[in-house]
Every structure is written in structure tokens, then in C-alpha cells.
């Protein structure tokens, strides 16, 4: 691992991103889409999500295949169609979907992070 500043994440095969400015990422396999908002197109890079999740320790992990800041999320809701599904909706109005089993984990990690702003 690269000496970096605090705040800061090194991205393999880019280099190092602002924390603060990473929204989410989401698993590929064994590679992993890093979404950040001065970004046009997601970066792509060989690590399995898992090994960002131990260098992002307050992230969310709503679902296997995703790994949230929770200073982006706007809101967690209902899915319309399902009553049993949630979903986490993102400023910008990128959706992620909440795996059933991570419901309560989600709700209480965010509550932790953000305070009270989630619905139900």
C-alpha cells in the first residue's frame, strides 16, 4: 500500500481519489467500478470489492455487490413494486438495491453515519 494523505484512497491502475468524493462501488467479479463525482465513467480496477471495503471502514454494505459512502445516500425507501425490497437512492438519482438480509445492518449503520434523514 502507497504512503497517501488522509482522506485519500489509492485505485489501482489510476491513483489516488478523494474519499469524500467517491459515491460508491460496485463488484465485477474480481474487478470493482469506482463511481466519484468529478469522474465522467467509472474507474475500473483489478481488486474484489472486499479489499476496499477494509480501507473504507465507514461505508456501507447494503449488498454484495455494493460498497455506499454514506454521505451520499438522500434517501432509503420501499421499493414501489415490492413491498419487501429496499432500495437506497443516491444524490444524483442513482438507485442501489438492499439485499433482504442487510436490511437492519443498513438502517442502523446509516443512522450511525448520517442521522435520521432515511424513510421507511
Do not use: W
Amino acid at each position: 500500500m502507497k504512503n497517501l494523505q488522509p482522506g485519500m484512497l489509492h485505485v489501482p491502475s489510476y491513483g489516488p481519489v478523494v474519499v469524500q468524493e467517491i459515491t460508491y462501488l460496485r463488484a465485477e467479479g474480481n474487478y470493482c467500478y469506482v463511481y466519484a463525482r468529478p469522474f465522467i465513467r467509472p474507474i475500473l480496477c483489478a481488486t474484489p470489492l472486499a479489499g476496499f471495503a477494509q480501507q473504507l471502514p465507514g461505508f456501507l454494505r447494503p449488498h454484495k455487490s455494493y460498497l455506499v459512502n454514506p454521505q451520499h445516500v438522500d434517501a432509503f425507501e420501499q421499493r414501489p413494486e415490492n413491498t419487501k425490497c429496499y432500495r437506497l437512492r443516491l444524490r444524483g438519482g442513482v438507485v442501489l438495491p438492499v439485499a433482504r438480509r442487510r436490511i437492519g445492518y443498513t438502517v442502523t449503520e446509516l443512522v450511525d453515519a448520517v442521522g435520521p434523514l432515511c424513510r421507511q
